[in-house]
């Protein structure tokens, strides 16, 4: 199975500073087709995981643009350019080209 | 509204079984495909399940092949998730999911249910 290993697990971040969380995979996430398949999620408490990026770096409809995927092959970043109150959650890599398709253990992102 | 509204899950037995259902309203269910995924009490997310828009294809994780079988009743705008042979360790809540452009992998994971609380223990 492909191994997604983020860091750091935890963050506290002061409003309106920057965050950055690292996935690091296994195996590449190269397709054939040219698209390499990473997504980032986040769960906010009490609500279910909220799909923010896809395909590396393409935001879903509704995610702010303070949310940036980017990376290649194996190594993977969600930045956030300015933490904001309600980004607080638990932040998930998942790989969806290998099966079974498998998230990365979570990076718990608290406010300060 | 597009919505997905999982069914009550329980407390079952170890060795018993449940079957989950998920209501798809305000968008057609059988153009897409969908999946399941499930959070242990105090752990992270596991891709549990999916299956083609068509229902011909399904795929299970190794951890629950042979126990846990997804199906889909696109008639009924209703996915299942039959559990059978449960163990301690199926103890999770299950989220329904919409699959948004899965032609290749898993899709996009753009719409969650708000998720059902199986406890599996004697």
């Known amino acids: 199975d492909v191994v997604l290993t983020q860091a750091p697990l935890s963050l506290s971040v002061t409003p309106g500073q920057p965050a950055s969380i690292s996935c690091k995979s296994s195996?590449?996430?190269?397709?054939?087709?040219?698209?390499?398949?990473l997504y980032w999620f986040l769960r906010r408490p009490g609500q279910p995981p909220q799909n923010l990026i896809h395909?590396?770096?393409g935001r879903l409809s509704g995610v702010p643009d303070r949310f940036t995927g980017s990376g290649s092959g194996t190594e993977f970043t969600l930045k956030i350019s300015r933490v904001e109150a309600e980004d607080v959650g638990v932040y998930y890599c998942?790989?969806?080209?290998?099966?079974?398709?498998?998230f990365g253990q979570g990076t718990q992102v608290e406010i300060k | 509204e597009e919505q997905l509204v999982e069914s009550a899950g329980g407390l079952v037995q170890p060795g018993g079984s449940l079957r989950l259902s998920c209501v798809a309203s305000?968008?057609?269910?059988?153009?897409?495909?969908m999946a399941w995924v499930r959070q242990a009490p105090g752990k992270g997310l596991e891709w549990v399940s999916a299956?083609?828009?068509?229902?011909?294809?399904?795929f299970h994780a190794d951890s629950v092949r042979g126990r846990l079988t997804i199906s889909r009743d696109s008639s009924r705008k209703t996915l299942f998730l039959q559990m059978d042979s449960l163990r301690a360790e199926d103890t999770a809540v299950y989220f329904c999911?919409?699959?948004?452009?899965?032609?290749?992998?898993?899709?996009?994971?753009?719409?969650w249910g708000q998720g059902t609380l199986v406890t599996v223990s004697s």
């Open positions: 999911v919409r699959r948004l452009k899965a032609t290749t992998g898993s899709g996009i994971f753009d719409l």
């Open positions: 305000g968008f057609t269910l059988s153009n897409y495909a």
């Open positions: 299956i083609a828009d068509s229902g011909d294809d399904t």
């Open positions: 195996q590449s996430l190269l397709h054939s087709d040219g698209k390499t398949y």
């Open positions: 395909e590396v770096s």
């Open positions: 998942m790989q969806g080209i290998h099966l079974p398709w498998t």
